[in-house]
């Protein structure tokens, strides 16, 4: 398995602003992935995190709203940007480990936007 | 197109055995995962079945069978603990590397 750490866990924050999520990996990791659960929903994709090169994102997620790096293979960010109440929500940063290419995601953090 | 349906909700007696089941329906089937969520916490992962059959680990089992497009999650000697969601996952058809999860079965243990 994979030990991923996030930052901020928490945050709330005012309608418009922007805010930066971390995530760090313990070791090398090829696939990294950001999600997004709204309160009392599963889970849903927004983008695949490549190194070197402009994440990959899912239908109905733009880079413009949710700007993403990846300088290396342990640490990713996700902006989420020009917030507004509907981006409440909390977002998992997720890993591919292990022979079976498991999933393995971080603690998430909790976002409120007022 | 790939769908999973999962029970919204279950109640469950502490000591007692608890199934969760999902269906999903997928093209081109690469395996099953379940995970478990606290209410507040990150998913953790619980286990994967690629082969029917059932797959035991401690308290919990995983069930899968492919020809029906069907699993399911064994609780045994629940404990207020195993209070939580459980999450059924499959791999997209589009990518194998990434995941389409259930709604969740949010499962509540009482004394």
């Known amino acids: 398995s994979a030990v991923i750490s996030q930052k901020p866990s928490r945050d709330i924050c005012q309608r418009g602003t922007s805010l930066t999520i971390q995530c760090q990996v313990d070791?090398?990791?090829?696939?990294m992935f950001w999600y997004r659960q709204q309160p009392g929903q599963s889970l849903t994709l927004i983008a695949t995190a490549n190194q070197g090169s402009e994440a990959t994102y899912e239908s109905g997620f733009v880079i413009d709203k949710f700007p993403i790096s990846r300088p290396n293979l342990t640490f990713s960010t996700l902006t989420v940007s020009n917030m507004s109440p509907e981006d409440s929500s909390i977002y998992l940063c997720?890993?591919?480990?292990?022979?079976?290419?498991?999933?393995?995601f971080g603690p998430g953090t909790r976002l409120t936007v007022l | 197109g790939q769908n999973i349906d999962q029970p919204t909700e279950m109640t469950a007696t502490e000591g007692a055995i608890v199934q969760i089941n999902c269906t999903y329906q997928?093209?081109?089937?690469?395996?099953l995962f379940w995970y478990q969520q606290h209410a507040g916490e990150a998913p953790t992962f619980l286990s994967y079945n690629v082969l029917d059959g059932l797959e035991e680990k401690g308290r919990f089992s995983s069930f899968l069978s492919r020809s029906k497009g069907y699993s399911y999650l064994l609780l045994k000697e629940l404990q207020m603990k195993d209070s939580a969601s459980y999450l059924c996952a499959v791999p997209r058809e589009d990518s194998s590397y990434k995941l389409i999860f259930g709604s969740g079965t949010r499962l509540l243990v009482r004394p």
């Open positions: 997928t093209s081109g089937f690469n395996g």
């Open positions: 997720s890993v591919l480990a292990g022979v079976r290419d498991t999933q393995y």
């Open positions: 070791s090398q990791v090829t696939m």
